[in-house]
């Protein structure tokens, strides 16, 4: 299973950007997927997250700004960004809590599927 995360660039402030996730491999379900960002310097963090119910959670820095979706036919996921801060700037990663089938035919479930990562420059 992969994730391919893109979107990210540089934006002014007030600004918005959309980043997008896919998802590719034989996956039977995608349980949450979620947002991350790092900034240099700073821990890992995340940002906004999504059940398959639709259920949403968001790190109390971007709530009211940002909006997590998801796809499920699909296998994607996007974080819609708006009223972008300097402070949001960083490298984006989506994550997967992911159940698959192995080339072996097995079922397993993997909650730790990252993207690549995407930045995003915030200009004051």
């Known amino acids: 299973v992969q994730l391919q995360a893109f979107g990210g660039g540089l934006v002014q402030a007030g600004g918005s950007l959309r980043l997008s996730c896919a998802a590719s491999g034989r996956i039977l379900a995608i349980i949450t997927m979620g947002w991350y960002r790092q900034a240099p310097g700073k821990q890992r963090e995340l940002v906004a997250s999504?059940?398959?119910?639709?259920?949403?959670n968001y790190a109390d820095a971007v709530k009211g700004r940002f909006t997590i979706s998801r796809d499920k036919d699909k296998n994607t996921g996007s974080l819609e960004m708006k009223s972008l801060k300097p402070d949001d700037s960083a490298v984006y990663y989506c994550?997967?809590?992911?159940?698959?089938?192995?080339?072996?035919?097995?079922?397993?479930?993997?909650?730790?599927?990252w993207g690549q990562g995407t930045l995003v420059t915030v200009s004051s």
């Open positions: 994550n997967a809590d992911v159940v698959y089938i192995t080339d072996f035919g097995d079922r397993q479930r993997d909650a730790e599927v």
């Open positions: 999504i059940t398959s119910s639709g259920s949403s």
